[in-house]
């Protein structure tokens, strides 16, 4: 269905059209949110693909290697064996697909047997159903609450704090 593969520069194009999409964006990276023009996404971009400390990969699809987006951990603690784990679809045509799920599931695979990592958490948006959804099928649980920690269409929202432990994947 999906693989994850490494992200080139060329890519860059896709971000233009996901962005440019309040309803892709809505809980999304704040940073997305103030991305208006093709030069600010390719600097966001151009820094994504050199960032040593986040593993930054593309979803394609296996059978066409379309780019549906991309999907890491970011702030990878090699002291605290740690990182965050981000999602972010564009594709809308494969929103509610179990793409979310299997993607989180190779990431995490390669968060624990590559990166040698004990921990990986998130946080999501509580109205982000899909997302909540996804992440507990992939093995997520809930950690606690950022109450009123998000600002989208006028309203605030509360964030969600999940983590998967080794010992638990």
Request: glycine share 8%; aromatic share 10%; proline share 2%.
């Amino acid at each position: 269905m999906i693989t994850l593969g490494h992200l080139q520069p060329e890519h860059v194009t896709h971000f233009y059209r996901w962005i440019a999409d309040p309803e892709v964006i809505e809980y999304s990276l704040s940073a997305f949110q103030t991305m208006t023009t093709p030069a600010q996404i390719d600097a966001w971009f151009a820094r994504t693909l050199h960032d040593d400390s986040s593993l930054n990969r593309g979803i394609f699809t296996t059978d066409t290697q379309e780019l549906l987006d991309y999907a890491g951990i970011s702030g990878i603690s090699r002291l605290n064996h740690s990182g965050e784990y981000f999602l972010f679809i564009g594709e809308k045509a494969h929103w509610g697909r179990g793409v979310g799920t299997e993607v989180t599931k190779q990431a995490l695979a390669l968060g624990f047997t590559e990166l040698h990592l004990n921990r990986i958490m998130l946080t999501v948006s509580e109205p982000n159903v899909g997302g909540v959804n996804a992440y507990t099928k992939a093995g997520f649980q809930l950690e606690g609450r950022l109450r009123e920690a998000c600002l989208r269409n006028g309203q605030f929202h509360d964030k969600l704090i999940m983590s998967v432990l080794k010992a638990e994947w």
